[in-house]
């Protein structure tokens, strides 16, 4: 390790129960990868509540402990609901590569989010590597990323909007 650089920050991860197997699979995964990351449960199959588990994954983030995240439900959809409620979150649900993909070259999403009962193994893993293997683009996407959580006031002072642009 570079003495004059900081370590990374690991990943962190959390599920609840419909997404408790994908997660056990994808801290392998990240294992076999050398990539660090922090299991924030839940631990068992047992029946849980997924916001509590989006939660975990937004706070480790707010206190700076990591910069991205995943999270995994049965579908996938209530844990980026609720990870979305937290204004420095851009979870994003990824089916497929090509979601992986644009949901950081587009979006800079800081949370990959993934459907336990809906995606097999190999499109899991091919989801993950994809995801934390792309750059976010910037450029126009800055501006719409920017705009994210504005109230109209603030909005005004924020970002010019630009109705004729492409893309
Ligand atoms: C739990 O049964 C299930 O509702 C949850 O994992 C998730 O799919 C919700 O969106």
């Known amino acids: 390790m570079n003495p004059k650089q ?5 990943l962190v991860i959390a599920a609840d129960h419909g997404g408790f197997e994908l997660k056990t699979f994808l801290v392998k995964e990240l294992e076999r990868m050398g990539r660090p990351v922090v299991d924030l449960g839940c631990h068992s ?10 939660d975990r994954v937004a706070e480790a983030i707010a206190r700076g ?11 996938g959809i209530g844990i980026s609901m609720a990870a979305n409620r937290h204004r420095h979150i851009r979870a994003a649900l990824v089916h497929d590569h090509l979601t992986a993909r644009l949901a950081r070259q587009h979006n800079d999403a800081n949370v990959l ?9 190999e499109v899991a893993r091919d989801c993950l590597e994809t995801f934390l293997a792309t750059e976010f683009e910037g450029g126009r996407h800055s501006r ?23 893309n």
Request: hydrophobic share 35%.
């Open 65 to 75: 402990e990591a910069d991205m995240g995943i999270l995994v439900c049965g579908s």
């Open 6 to 10: 900081p370590a990374a920050k690991p």
């Open 144 to 166: 719409r990323i920017a705009k994210f959580s504005c109230a109209p006031n603030e909005l005004a002072d924020a970002v010019p909007s630009s109705p004729r642009r492409p």
């Open 113 to 121: 989010v993934l459907g336990g009962r809906l995606l097999g193994p």
């Open 45 to 54: 199959p047992e029946s849980v509540d997924y916001p509590d588990y989006a």
